[in-house]
């Protein structure tokens, strides 16, 4: 696997993450000096409010509206005792491990590709993904959707990487925070239980194929109101 192409294709992921944090203060200052313009998702505040519900010792589910795992709670309790922007800063970061897992599955997918090759298209893609403004606008404005994504993503690299007892915990995970994941099951199990069309390797057809749902999905995700 041509992973050794990552030490030359560090940048993308450093701009990546100087553009989300950037983001992230200029969210602020607009919640704070625009208003009513306001740049935080309405969830990002139910995400706080249930953490403070658990800081009180009671259900994050008191909060009315709150209809995400106890887990996304527990996770923005750095909101109350930190800082109101620390889950967007993880939010971005899952973001930017978001194009790793595909950076890995890129290589996975194309291991016919030269090394040349390989590296020119996928420094191309990174810097698709870091200065993707949907992505960008979707973490910094304080949507979770990253997480759930880099689960998802780590999975399929996981099952190309015949890691299936890994990959089955990261997938759980992933349809655990949000229940949507589960519409790739069907190709998992396809390309799980198909038979192998060489002593080695699977066919990957099926899991190129949920691969593709993510990328066409997961760009134009909208917020559920």
């Known amino acids: 696997m041509k992973l050794d192409i990552l030490e030359k294709n560090i940048s993308p992921f450093l701009?990546?993450?100087?553009?989300?944090?950037?983001?992230?203060?200029?969210?602020?200052?607009?919640?704070?000096?625009?208003?009513?313009?306001?740049?935080?998702?309405?969830?990002?505040?139910?995400?706080?409010?249930a953490a403070n519900s658990i800081l009180?010792?009671?259900?994050p589910y008191e909060r009315p509206t709150y209809r995400y795992p106890?887990?996304?709670?527990?996770?923005?309790l750095p909101n109350i005792l930190l800082h109101p922007v620390v889950g967007k800063v993880i939010f971005s970061l899952f973001d930017v491990a978001c194009m790793y897992e595909i950076y890995l599955l890129q290589a996975l997918c194309k291991p016919e590709l030269p090394h040349s090759e390989l590296k020119k298209e996928s420094r191309f893609w990174l810097y698709v993904m870091a200065l993707n403004p949907v992505s960008i606008c979707i973490c910094t404005r304080g949507s979770s959707d990253s997480i759930h994504t880099y689960f998802l993503l780590l999975a399929l690299r996981l099952?190309?990487?015949?890691k299936t007892y890994l990959a089955?915990?990261?997938y759980a995970i992933a349809v655990y925070l949000r229940i949507f994941p589960i519409i790739y099951l069907p190709a998992i199990a396809v390309y799980l239980f198909a038979k192998p069309t060489t002593?080695?390797?699977?066919?990957?057809?099926?899991?190129?194929?949920?691969?593709s749902l993510i990328h066409i999905s997961e760009p134009t995700r909208q917020r559920q109101p």
């Not at 106890?70 to 923005?76: G, I, K, Q, S, T």
């Open 15 to 49: 701009l990546a993450t100087v553009v989300r944090i950037v983001f992230v203060a200029i969210g602020r200052f607009i919640d704070r000096s625009l208003f009513p313009l306001q740049y935080t998702d309405i969830d990002y505040h139910i995400y706080t409010d």
């Open 56 to 59: 009180q010792g009671q259900s």
């Open 70 to 76: 106890p887990a996304l709670a527990l996770l923005m």
């Open 159 to 162: 099952l190309l990487t015949q």
């Open 168 to 170: 089955s915990v990261a």
């Open 199 to 211: 002593p080695t390797h699977r066919n990957d057809l099926a899991i190129t194929r949920a691969l």
